[in-house]
């Protein structure tokens, strides 16, 4: 089902080698830290023949998705990928690749938006994203940016969906870390995402069609309303891909994960690598007896929010984790959406928010522990003193 040796990869290998088994039509890309190594790797593959890619260097982030948003528009498989800033400044054709309904897949490695400059990790630049239309993946280590870089593109095709995607690593904690890999067989790998064959492609001459339209009182708010349909659809077309995912290579995924959290009674919510260290806490204080667990949201677009209601339906007590302040003087992010998905569901567990890892601040078990002792006295005491706090900031 897969090679059994496992291969030395990081994040970033591991994505441009997901690329190379794709073999894409056209790749538009510009590099950035952490990310450039993404297409660096990628680009070897194209100079040494090992893909048929047409491979674009262009001169900024804004351009290689207009690059990409011309290439999906003519019927090409395209990919690109990016980081913090570049993705800021690919922010307008962001929003156009997603309103105009290509399925263009993504590969971002989070980084801290500027100001102040920064190169480390937090999740600042897709949460800015997160309501432009985009599929929104986030993997916990490389093994996962592998396979759901593979996924991504079954998952933008899918004829019920047809929306661009992100999948999103840990910059240098995932991005540029080392792992053992199991990889796919190349041809399963082709079987599994097969042809791409757009519908209304714009080169053809003899059944002409409009993309990028001006677009007025008259129809754009129909077209806006069509794209909150599509990412309604991935709720239900996604589990078919998955589907087929598990019963081609083996793996199975879901939206979330689960971790002892079955008869848990205090549990944290985070994504990506953090997920790993909560992991770690877990196993510590479930030989402690403390009933703890972990809830990690995979998709965070479309918002997977029954399965994050029935996934916290016994638990008392939830900190949630974001990697990125909202600035909404209400909690980060992801911690604001699932107190809304938890509103009228009759499920009420005491909630508190944690800012953490902001510009690549280390997140430790010591830190995790913590949280877990402010669950516990949030239990003892039933009230929560402190909705929203900083983790591991000096005050």
């Not at 590099?31 to 001169?59: C, D, K, L, R």
């Not at 995924?253 to 997920?275: G, H, N, P, Q, R």
């Not at 990125?324 to 005491?350: C, H, V």
């Amino acid at each position: 089902m897969t090679k059994k040796n496992l291969i030395p990869f990081t994040g970033d290998q591991a994505v441009a080698y997901a690329m190379k088994q794709i073999d894409p039509d056209v790749v538009a890309a510009y590099p950035i830290t952490p990310q450039t190594e993404i297409v660096m790797n990628f680009s070897n593959y194209v100079a040494n023949g090992q893909v048929s890619t047409e491979m674009i260097p262009v001169e900024s982030e804004h351009s290689a998705m207009s690059a990409c948003v011309g290439a999906a528009a003519a019927g090409a498989r395209t990919m690109t990928a990016t980081s913090a800033n570049g993705l800021a400044l690919m922010w307008e054709i962001v929003y156009i690749a997603a309103s105009t309904r290509l399925p263009i897949v993504m590969p971002v490695v989070n980084r801290a938006l500027s100001g102040p400059i920064n190169i480390h990790c937090d999740h600042s630049d897709t949460m800015g994203c997160r309501d432009s239309g985009w599929i929104h993946i986030y993997c916990e280590n490389a093994q996962e940016v592998y396979e759901n870089t593979i996924l991504a593109i079954r998952i933008a095709e899918h004829k019920k969906i047809l929306l661009p995607v992100m999948v999103c690593q840990d910059g240098f904690i995932t991005s540029h870390a080392v792992e053992g890999l199991e990889l796919f067989d190349d041809k399963k790998v082709k079987d599994f995402i097969g042809e791409y064959k757009i519908e209304d492609p714009l080169l053809d001459v003899d059944h002409p069609v409009t993309y990028g339209p001006l677009d007025l009182q008259d129809y754009y708010f129909e077209h806006k309303r069509q794209q909150g349909e599509a990412m309604k659809a991935a709720l239900t077309a996604i589990p078919e891909v998955l589907k087929k995912f598990e019963k081609t290579f083996g793996r199975k995924y879901d939206f979330i994960e689960t971790y002892k959290l079955d008869d848990a009674e205090i549990a944290i919510v985070a994504m990506s690598s953090t997920a790993g260290t909560v992991k770690f806490v877990v196993d510590e204080l479930r030989q402690k007896g403390v009933k703890a667990g972990l809830l990690r949201p995979r998709i965070f677009r479309p918002f997977p929010k029954e399965k994050l209601i029935t996934a916290l339906k016994n638990v008392k007590a939830v900190a949630v984790l974001d990697r990125s302040e909202s600035f909404s003087a209400e909690g980060g992010p992801l911690y604001t959406d699932i107190k809304a998905a938890l509103y009228d569901s009759g499920i009420r567990p005491l909630i508190s928010n944690y800012i953490y890892g902001l510009g690549g601040r280390d997140i430790f078990p010591a830190d995790i522990n913590k949280v877990y002792v402010d669950l516990q006295d949030i239990l003892k005491t039933g009230k929560v003193k402190t909705p929203l706090n900083y983790l591991g900031s000096r005050e």
